[in-house]
């Protein structure tokens, strides 16, 4: 795989003169984003977007580190067969119509030609393939359509095009980065296995995210898993019998039985998504949070309503409260007002200023019954102004400190700032509470 | 209650020069949106925004529908007192520092003295009232904090001032309307039953939400859920023990056992939200949905993995996967290009155009076997156009059609323009058929 994300020539094969065609915005995207050489190939096309185009893959005549087809399906062999010619072992298959509508022979035929050959293949029938550090960019849509995530610790490995596509959007969005980024489809060759295997391994990969619907080589699967050193993320598509049954049409392989999937990624040490919003969510915590000591979480609020839901929620989770030592206590109640309510939650009421979030801040990463901070902050009060954002980074790396606020445009601003510093921010109090028992688990 | 959202002249008691200053907003806050007559009294203020202020209630010499008061606690029992000098029998008091911080005497009395004027009070220790209808707007958050949505059909009742605050703030953000809002906070006089039966009648309320951490009469309030007409959506803060704890510091009543709500809000025919984000979900879909004649799903999809991960969750949800008819199979395979999945999902693929998705709701819209329509829009792809929200809208009084689709900012358009032409929309699947679920269960 390292070659594939390291190349620095790349030939795509099947360009076009017209913009919404796969070949053309695969061609454009590189152009526009990859520092190596780029050559496009169709043997009807002279020059496109004042480039020459070669009318075949031999005639290039340079080493090629990395081929792109986006060609019929029956045209995917003839092109496989001349990249010896130029000398190029890996080759990132965008064509769809083979197993997936019932072209069982064409594919087995494909993969026999790739083996023989030696050839390293990321699809058939995907997305494509995206690093945000090398510019890498063989995703087939544009990017006025997907997005595409700055720098950032995330990897995907996806074997839906659509969720990739979705994911990379949603996550540039939201301003988080992205690694690398896989997009599989049916696993001719290369598969969740191979993707897995180099994504450990890969420096700039903090969190490794997979959505699946079938894994082949369950054993080495699970075997490659618990070697890995950081957080993988799994979200299973077909976990039921009848999304099971879906997955046959959609990437041609029948997904085996859910129970032994989940029962597997467990023992594996995985942490387990039951849907993609927690994949979003938890990639995003696992990702930037500091490593917590311990389960013993306290919750900080302005928002008598937003403590009791934190709390609601540590206890629904199985995480427990934290009890603020004496000393802790007695500096706190000296020093504020009277009606504050210094406990778990500590509710810093409605006329809570910055300073006085400060305090409460300063004197929880000092007390050592205290793992994490949930602050469920409640902008919406008149005294706190945006300088929140500072008195809350300063302690990010004291203890993991995670932030739930719910609201409308100012509250998102503050959010946003706030994650900018690396501090992950959170809608509900609920899903920040879930999340964080996914970190408090994958640390334990 | 019908005389506070109807009164035509309101009073506040306690307007400030300082800006930032409860009295100030709330002043402010009518004198922008209320039509009728506003008045202000503080005996140390002569004028205020141009407007006379006056020493005391009883020196305004007309007749006050609506007394608002934000006095410190101490002083609260003095204006009820006054309150008969201007013929007035309706009061929302903001005032806290009563049972919540230990003050049940004062509190005791305050409820004495309101009794025998035979007054009827919102609060002590909230955040106000609003109506979107009316303009009466007598919440002491500035609308700079605390956008005021527009007018629609989803009404709250709020134990939490905060909570209140953050949902109307949000659900203002989302272009989501509302009718009326009543923060109640201590409950001194009229409970959430008084406030349950109101909205019940209420004709501009289609969905009630209720926030709540303690109901004084569980039995009466049991009696109105079940007599109410619409949907009538509960949130209870401190379900947990340890949840249950902080609500006493919050707003001075203990809640009772969590098990004990939960069957009797079910019993009365209650939908029960989980967290906050599930109540703004559910409310949303209960206000805007025609209401579906059974369980059985069809998902529609141009991207694969969503088709999979929808059809994953409605059986997670115990709804029902449709089975397409052999008349809307076998036009829908004629009408289709040969890659096209006619199931359930049923799969678009992702060269689908807007048209494909017309025909796919055409046919399903007339398919008796099918009773909702979730669709899984994968916007991402690149022959759909903006017109997919024309195309979509037109079936909309047909079967109930939700859309649940997950992107960036051009995704997020989409469902914008969707939801202003009355499609609810929901991020990812998941929380899409979450919400189905209630909608199918609410009607049965």
């Known amino acids: 795989m390292k070659n594939f994300f390291e190349a620095k020539s790349i030939a795509v094969v099947g360009v076009s003169r017209e913009p919404n065609k796969v070949g053309a915005i695969l061609f454009n995207q590189l152009l526009r984003n990859f520092k190596g050489d780029v050559y496009g190939v169709n043997p009807n096309v002279n020059s496109l977007y004042g480039n020459k185009i070669y009318k075949k893959l031999s005639d290039i005549n340079k080493k090629i580190d990395l081929t792109v087809i986006a060609v019929p399906a029956a045209f995917v062999i003839d092109i496989i067969k001349e990249m010896p010619s130029v000398n190029c072992k890996n080759v990132v298959i965008i064509s769809a119509g083979f197993k997936e509508i019932g072209n069982d022979k064409l ?3 494909l993969k026999e030609e790739l083996d023989q050959r030696n050839i390293k293949a990321v699809g058939v029938n995907c997305l494509g393939i995206y690093d945000a550090y090398s510019g890498i960019d063989a995703i087939f849509l544009p990017s006025e359509r997907v997005q595409r995530p700055g720098k950032g610790g995330i990897s995907f490995i996806c074997q839906s095009g659509a ?3 979705a994911i990379l959007d949603l996550m540039a969005s939201k301003n988080y980065g992205v690694s690398k980024f896989i997009s ?3 696993a001719t060759n290369l598969d969740s296995v191979d993707y897995l295997d180099y994504l450990g391994k890969d420096k700039n990969t903090k969190v490794i995210c997979v959505y699946i619907e079938a ?6 699967c699970l075997e490659i898993c618990k070697n890995i050193k950081k957080p993988v993320i799994v979200l299973k598509g077909g976990l039921t019998h009848e999304g099971n049954k879906a997955t046959l049409s959609h990437t041609g392989a029948l997904a085996g039985d859910p129970r032994v999937y989940l029962g597997a990624f467990k023992q594996a040490g995985t942490v387990y998504a039951e849907n993609l919003e927690d994949m979003f969510n938890y990639s995003r915590l696992l990702e930037k949070s500091i490593k917590p000591k311990g389960d013993r979480i306290l919750t900080i609020t302005n928002g008598g309503g937003f403590g009791i839901l934190g709390t609601d929620n540590i206890i629904k989770y199985g995480l427990k409260l934290a009890e603020l030592s004496s000393e802790t206590k007695k500096k706190l109640k000296e020093k504020f007002p009277k009606l504050v309510i210094v406990d778990n939650p500590m509710d810093l009421i409605g006329d809570a200023t910055d300073e006085r979030y400060g305090l409460a801040l300063e004197y929880a990463v000092k007390d050592k019954n205290i793992d994490i901070i949930l602050i469920t ?5 008149p005294l706190l102004t945006p300088n929140i954002v500072n008195v809350i980074s300063k302690y990010k790396n004291k203890k993991p400190i995670i932030v739930a ?3 409308g445009s100012p509250t998102e601003k503050i959010k946003r700032i706030l994650e900018s510093r ?3 921010c959170f809608d509900y109090p609920e899903t920040a509470v879930r999340s964080i028992k996914q970190l408090v688990e994958y640390h334990k």
Chains 1, 2 share one sequence.
């Open 107 to 109: 594919e087995l035929k």
């Open 163 to 165: 969720i990739g596509g």
């Open 184 to 186: 599989f489809g049916n």
């Open 215 to 220: 894994v082949k080589d369950g054993k080495k």
């Open 377 to 381: 902050l409640d902008y919406q009060t």
């Open 405 to 407: 606020s719910t609201g």
């Open 422 to 424: 690396g501090i992950v």
